[in-house]
């Protein structure tokens, strides 16, 4: 299986600070990288699929990049709604796998 | 725009089998644009993707960690299609969404349901 690491495990910000989240794949996925946001007790909300693409309905301050094994999440200015946990998962092949989550916290 | 809702026991004994329902409305599981699949969340954990149904053709792929006690169905005329887990352990303890996998994404999610096995 593809093992997908997120770090930081966890992120304090503030409101307006821009911050990015990083997600490394154990093997190249090339661009077959989605971002998800979760907040408690809910469903995860797909952001970005195919590592830069953002999905319908998504503020223009989340951004995506990179390939390979190397991605990144960026949010350009945080707003109040962003405080939850960011997640990656690779679409290159099954089984299809999660990074373990960023809890972004505010500080 | 699609909505997904899953159904069944919330506490389910050890040995026994886990049977999840999920509802489909505002779209069908006939159509060729989606894969129908599961997915569990262990407590405080993160996610794990336990298969999908493709309706066209019946295809049905599962993670091979879980391949051995899972079958995912389909039934089309009441636009569902279910979860079985066998012979289950405290381990399998998690809430379990359904979602569909469309351009290789998962974009519609349920809200989830806790399954507990306990005795």
């Known amino acids: 299986d593809i093992q997908m690491t997120q770090s930081p495990s966890s992120l304090s910000a503030s409101v307006g600070d821009r911050v990015t989240i990083t997600c490394r794949a154990s093997?190249?996925?090339?661009?077959?990288l989605n971002w998800y946001q979760q907040k408690p007790g809910k469903a995860p909300k797909l952001l970005i699929y195919?590592?830069?693409s953002l999905q319908n309905g998504v503020p223009s301050r989340f951004s995506g990049s990179g390939s390979g094994t190397d991605f990144s999440l960026t949010i350009g200015s945080l707003q109040p709604e962003d405080f939850a946990t960011y997640l990656c998962?690779?679409?290159?092949?099954?089984?299809?796998?999660f990074g373990q989550g960023t809890k972004l916290e505010i500080k | 725009q699609v909505q997904l809702q899953e159904s069944g026991p919330g506490l389910v004994k050890p040995s026994q089998t886990l049977s999840l329902t999920c509802t489909v409305s505002?779209?069908?599981?006939?159509?060729?644009?989606?894969?129908w699949g599961w997915i569990r969340q262990h407590p405080g954990k993160g996610l794990e993707w336990i298969g999908y149904?493709?309706?066209?053709?019946?295809?049905?792929f599962y993670n091979p960690s879980l391949k051995s006690r899972v079958t995912i169905s389909a039934d089309t005329s009441k636009n569902q299609f279910s979860l079985k887990l066998r012979s289950v352990t405290v381990a399998d303890t998690a809430v379990y969404y359904c979602?569909?996998?469309?351009?290789?994404?998962?974009?519609?999610w349920g809200q989830g349901t806790l399954v507990t096995v306990s005795s």
């Open positions: 979602a569909t996998y469309g351009d290789r994404y998962f974009d519609y």
């Open positions: 505002g779209g069908s599981i006939s159509s060729s644009n989606y894969y």
């Open positions: 149904i493709y309706y066209t053709g019946g295809t049905t």
């Open positions: 093997q190249s996925i090339i661009t077959y």
């Open positions: 195919a590592t830069s």
């Open positions: 998962q690779q679409s290159y092949t099954t089984p299809y796998t």
